[in-house]
T-cell receptor, first 112, second 116 residues
Framework: GEDVEQSLFLSVREGDSSVINCTYT??????LYWYKQEPGAGLQLLTY???NMDMKQDQRLTVLLNKKDKHLSLRIADTQTGDSAIYFC????????????WGAGTKLIIKP | ETGVTQSPTHLIKTRGQQVTLRCSSQ?????VSWYQQALGQGPQFIFQ???????GRGNFPPRFSGLQFPNYSSELNVNALELDDSALYLC???????????????FGPGTRLTVT
């Protein structure tokens, strides 16, 4: 079956890099997404990667995809206090009518 | 450009009652997806509507039903409410099949439903 797993918490110092990891089980994933959820706000798409790519960079964000190990990571460079949020990994499975399968989210805590 | 809006923001119901949640999609979007997000968990896909027809359904019982209107706004109806239905209900709009690719979903702020 489909399953997406993430660790629940990550604590980093302001200015350091944050690396949030995600594993998924369905090898027919087409797109993999990273969403950000701040308190009282809706989920916001941060970035995505197509399954035939292994890396994507967008300003401070770097996404790495290891299809063999079904492992996805999100690196945030120079982490700021505004990056405090819950980060969700989600996959879209082929022929799924655009359904997204979500992880439980990783809460990023920034230490001063 | 108006974003995705949901109403009401909060709702308290008792077990056995029925509830209707509403969602207005972003301008130009013809697809609406509904998700249930329990506390401390990721969203769970309930169903999706594309041009007024159901276009996929997650593992939710039939007492969860929906509608999409000609203006692409949508309703989620839940009958015979149970305590476990307490959650944040999220609506997301997108171009769906018309996206031809990434199909970015734009989320509303959600409706917090509490069943007592």
């Amino acid at each position: 079956g489909e399953d997406v797993e993430q660790s629940l918490f990550l604590s980093v110092r302001e200015g350091d890099s944050s690396v949030i990891n995600c594993t998924y089980t369905d090898s027919s994933s087409t797109y993999l997404y990273w969403y950000k959820q701040e308190p009282g706000a809706g989920l916001q798409l941060l970035t995505y990667i197509f399954s035939n790519m292994d890396m994507k960079q967008d300003q401070r964000l770097t996404v790495l995809l290891n299809k063999k190990d079904k492992h996805l990571s999100l690196r945030i460079a120079d982490t700021q206090t505004g990056d405090s949020a819950i980060y969700f990994c989600a996959e879209r499975v082929e022929d799924s009518n655009y359904q997204l399968i979500w992880g439980a989210g990783t809460k990023l805590i920034i230490k001063p | 450009e108006t974003g995705v809006t949901q109403s009401p923001t909060h709702l308290i119901k008792t077990r056995g009652q029925q509830v209707t949640l509403r969602c207005s999609s972003q301008s130009g979007h013809n697809t609406v997806s509904w998700y249930q997000q329990a506390l401390g968990q990721g969203p769970q896909f309930i169903f999706q509507y594309y041009r007024e027809e159901e276009n996929g359904r997650g593992n939710f019982p039939p007492r969860f039903s929906g509608l999409q209107f000609p203006n692409y706004s949508s309703e989620l109806n839940v009958n015979a409410l149970e305590l476990d239905d307490s959650a944040l209900y999220l609506c997301a709009s997108s171009l769906g099949r018309g996206a031809g690719g990434v199909d970015e979903q734009y989320f509303g702020p959600g409706t917090r439903l509490t069943v007592t």
